[in-house]
């Protein structure tokens, strides 16, 4: 009898065993709507996340997304190790990055879901505050260095120009599509967020600052009205002279009719191997609730289209 007895005990034990091991698994798998994930957000993009965010856990109760704010090289590494399956960043994946997850039998999805506008901001005492895209060009390059070069009579000094952080997307966008190289100046200098560099330019005269255009576009929001109280948006001209006429900040109507130049595209990026919560979120960034958020916080949401209104004066 106890020879029988014990079999059946140990098959008894695999089988609650395996029972503890099903309902954990199942406890921790996740849907579009369901479960709990971390996802990685390109720091520049935290304040349209943080806004997007609260409106997705009101909708999907049982829905916990942990977005991780990280510079856009670490928020891809994370992506590329399988720590996150989803990254909201500034560029598509490369063919490289493609051709490593299929070898993987990973098939990522690439979904636009924004256009954003890089800001240059001034210090409020500073006079000059319009410049072409060739004049930012040679900034960045170190072949133009100081404002007297600029404006004769400026009694500004050398310029310092500061980023977010040297791993970010800023700096890629700098190299990509100001400078068109690999050369940047040894002027420019990186502090540690978009919050630094804000703060770098209210307090330095010489200074220029480039930052995501989110961080101060969305009138709605008291952190974002603070900060327009300290710095100043510069104009961009894509012709010469940079002039009020033909001068523009990164308003959404200047982003959706080109006429504001330093532009880029925002993507959801998933590596999903199935629809889970990430697929949902990403889905929801798209969806015409989530354009409508993105649309509030002053970027320029990819598939709502933005009502431009002309006013006459008599």
């Given at each position: ?116 506008g890089i800001a240059v901001l001034v210090n409020p005492a500073n006079p000059d505050t319009l410049f072409s895209v060739e004049t930012i060009r040679k900034i960045m390059l170190g072949e133009i260095t100081n404002w007297k070069q600029l404006n004769a009579k400026s009694s500004l000094g050398k310029i310092k120009v500061i ?119 990403a889905t929801f960034l798209a969806s015409d609730k989530g354009q409508r958020i993105i649309q509030k916080t002053g970027i320029l949401p990819y598939t709502l289209p933005v009502r431009l209104v002309h006013i006459v004066e008599e």
């Amino acid at each position: 009898m106890k020879t029988l007895l014990i079999p059946a005990l140990a098959v008894l034990l695999i089988f609650i065993s395996g029972c503890s091991q099903s309902s954990k698994k199942e406890k921790s798998s996740d849907t579009p709507t369901t479960g709990a994930i971390s996802i990685a957000v390109d720091e520049t993009y935290s304040p349209v996340i943080n806004d997007v965010l609260p409106v997705f856990h009101s909708l999907y109760k049982f829905a916990e997304v942990n977005a991780r704010y990280l510079p856009e090289v670490d928020a891809l590494n994370l992506l590329l190790k399988d720590s996150v399956r989803l990254a909201i960043v500034s560029r598509p994946l490369s063919a490289k990055e493609m051709d490593f997850f299929h070898a993987k039998k990973f098939f990522p999805k690439i979904i636009p879901i924004a256009i954003d506008g890089i800001a240059v901001l001034v210090n409020p005492a500073n006079p000059d505050t319009l410049f072409s895209v060739e004049t930012i060009r040679k900034i960045m390059l170190g072949e133009i260095t100081n404002w007297k070069q600029l404006n004769a009579k400026s009694s500004l000094g050398k310029i310092k120009v500061i980023f977010d952080n040297p791993k970010s997307s800023i700096v890629r966008f700098i190299v990509d599509s100001i400078t068109k190289s690999g050369n940047l100046s040894n002027q420019l200098s990186s502090m540690q967020s978009n919050l630094d560099v804000v703060d770098f330019v209210s307090k330095n005269l010489d200074a220029i600052g480039l930052i995501g255009v989110s961080w101060v576009s969305n009138r709605n929001d008291p952190k974002s009205l603070s900060f327009l109280n300290k710095i100043k948006v510069a104009g961009i001209s894509v012709t010469e002279p940079a002039v009020s006429e033909n001068s523009y900040q990164p308003f959404q109507a200047y982003i959706a009719t080109g006429k504001y130049p330093f532009t880029r595209f925002l993507y959801a990026v998933l590596s999903e191997p199935r629809p889970g919560l990430g697929t949902g979120f990403a889905t929801f960034l798209a969806s015409d609730k989530g354009q409508r958020i993105i649309q509030k916080t002053g970027i320029l949401p990819y598939t709502l289209p933005v009502r431009l209104v002309h006013i006459v004066e008599e």
